[in-house]
């Protein structure tokens, strides 16, 4: 079709999808720059990602097992993700997964909680059952930089599969991070995945305007993911490093960007593990585990803690 047939307002539209066309996520592979988000279809909001130029350093295709349906499995696109610019802005990489395809599937949400005490939920307000469900947490990992460079040979499948592409450039990143961890899902509909790995900058226990900084950015995260499950057209905002923040504790704007969690934002504690069903209980414990934020051991006696508790 030759340009000069379009009509003025097709032409429009045209040139403006045009201007901010992302990558079909068919067609991103391994070495792509992703800015814009990354599409999937016209007729659909492109997924979200933060400002920069972000390199797609691993792709690979996993499925997903379902029961009760006429298919089986349901592709899964799984992304390593490489920030090329930390310009004022504090995520080192993504991990990303998504499900593509519009197949009715129920997701069996549980309830956004964590049994560990160092993992900061927000669950911003959703239950599982909700038409759109999404789940905040930010989860403390030391010694990253040695996971990193011994990923590859990590008996730990979740290591192995998600930080192997990231191994040989290990000295990218600080040894202490935070795991952004941002899911969500539409009721019988698509199901995202986010891990963006962050600077740990300070400590959580005793920094109480640190601890408020990541329980505000996880719940803008997730309110942002939950727009984009809305079909909002949206980006993910830029996290500026904590301390040039915090030169800022006493401006108006600075107070409006750290909300303190008993405020209308719905940022809630960690909810004590007798709250939880067991299962649930179980579920969360077996993900701490295979992720390597527990050891062998620790997971072994919260188990046998757990089951004792029946």
């Known amino acids: 079709m030759k340009f000069s047939n379009l009509t003025p307002a097709f032409a429009l539209i045209f040139l403006s999808f045009n201007a901010n066309a992302q990558i079909y996520y068919s067609k991103i592979e391994a070495g792509s720059i992703l800015q814009d988000g990354i599409s999937l279809g016209v007729f659909s909001t492109p997924i979200p990602l933060p400002p920069g130029n972000w390199l797609v350093v691993n792709k690979r295709i996993d499925e997903v097992k379902l029961t009760g349906g006429n298919v089986n499995t349901a592709p899964k696109v799984v992304l390593t993700l490489k920030n090329t610019n930390l310009d004022n802005n504090i995520i080192y990489a993504i991990l990303l997964s ?17 049994i560990s005490t160092n993992t900061i939920t927000d669950d911003l307000g959703k239950s599982p059952s909700d038409l759109i469900f999404v789940c905040a947490k930010a989860v403390p990992f030391s010694n990253f930089r040695s996971t990193l460079a011994q990923a590859t040979t990590s008996t730990n499948n979740w290591r192995k599969l998600n930080l192997s592409p990231l191994s040989g450039m290990f000295e990218f990143f600080p040894d202490n991070v935070l795991l952004l961890d941002i899911a969500g899902n539409q009721f019988h509909g698509k199901n995202f995945t986010y891990s963006f790995i962050i600077k740990h900058e300070s400590n959580l226990k005793s920094d109480r305007r640190y601890l408020d900084y990541i329980k505000s950015s996880i719940h803008t995260y997730g309110l942002t993911l939950m727009k984009f499950l809305s079909n909002e057209n949206v980006k993910f905002p830029a996290l500026a490093a904590y301390e040039s923040k915090n030169n800022e504790r006493d401006s108006p704007a600075s107070k409006r960007q750290f909300p303190d969690a008993t405020g209308d934002n719905r940022i809630k504690p960690t909810t004590t593990p007798g709250s939880k069903q067991t299962e649930e209980r179980l579920t969360e414990l077996k993900a701490l585990f295979e992720k390597g934020l527990i050891s062998q051991e620790q997971f072994d006696m919260k188990r046998t803690e757990i089951i004792n508790s029946l």
């Open 98 to 114: 998504f499900t593509p395809d519009s197949i009715s599937i129920n997701w069996n949400n549980n309830k956004c909680e964590s």
